[in-house]
């Protein structure tokens, strides 16, 4: 503090002893005046040398803002606000559906309705099924013979006249032997004037068979195993040659049996 501080302060003090003597109330009141005074100028001083420094550290605003800081009551931080996201709309997506598999054919069929497709005029016969299905036993062809005249719609050979045919015609020589389709029983033998001499043969699960235009029946009624000679090739009956007429019956529906020899 310098002397001339010194001298106005000394004044002040001897100043307020005698207003205290004198008006004690008035007193207080010029000494409150005066502490705040002192107090602003201290505040005023203290800011100012602080913005001196500033100006030196050329920290002029950061200064003044820190400066702004302390005397600014702290106010609460405003929650930060996370923006909602912007929905997007997504590309509707269909579900990919696997082709259903479409049932494959059989060669066998394929040939025969295609065969048959001369005679898309002819209704099929109720007795009559196009169907191939799964034999439940073992089988085998009665005859290594040849085709000479398929199941289905035909030109009949003595009358001359398109008739549907209920069996297969397997061609071969006088005396061939002939043999069960599968297991089963005979239940017919006879001879008559379309089939000749023919043998019927019951087999599981409402199948049948029947072998016509044989030469010669070598079994009588009883069971047979798939395999066994039953008869023999020819020509009885209404026939045009040696041959075996073969048909495949399932509970009284013909089925061709082309499909399994």
């Known amino acids: 503090m310098n002397r001339k501080q010194i001298y106005i302060c000394s004044a002040i ?5 005698l ?3 004198t008006s004690p109330a008035l007193a207080d009141r010029i ?8 107090y602003i100028e201290q505040e005023h001083t203290e800011t100012a040398v602080e913005f001196g420094k ?3 550290d050329g920290d002029v605003i950061d200064t003044f803002l820190e400066r702004f800081d302390k005397s600014t009551p702290a106010q609460p931080a405003a929650a930060e606000s996370t923006p909602d996201p912007i929905p997007t709309a997504e590309a509707a997506t269909e579900p990919t559906s696997s082709p259903t598999p479409q049932p494959t054919e059989h060669p066998a069929v394929a040939a025969f309705l295609a065969a048959q497709s001369a005679y898309s005029d002819y209704a099929v016969p109720e007795t009559v099924s196009y169907e191939r299905p799964e034999l439940p036993f073992d089988y085998e062809s009665p005859l290594a ?11 009949h050979p003595i009358k001359n006249e398109v008739k549907y045919h209920y069996g297969t015609d397997l061609a071969a020589d006088t005396g061939t032997p002939i043999s069960a389709f599968a297991d089963g029983t005979i239940v017919a033998q006879g001879n008559s004037d379309s089939f000749g001499k023919y043998v019927m043969i019951d087999h599981s699960d409402g199948y049948r068979t029947l072998y016509a ?3 010669e029946l070598c079994m009588s009624c009883g069971s047979v195993k798939k395999g066994d ?7 009885t009956g209404a026939s045009t040659g040696p041959h075996l007429h073969f048909e495949l019956e399932r509970d009284g529906v013909y089925l061709n049996p082309e499909f399994y020899i």
């Open 213 to 215: 235009h044989c030469s």
């Open 229 to 235: 000679i039953i008869a023999f090739v020819g020509s």
């Open 31 to 38: 000494s409150d005046g005066i502490n705040r005074a002192l």
């Open 54 to 56: 500033s100006l030196a």
């Open 19 to 21: 207003v205290r003597f």
């Open 13 to 17: 003090f001897i100043a307020l002893t």
């Open 145 to 155: 013979g040849v085709t000479s005249s398929g199941f289905g719609y035909r030109m």
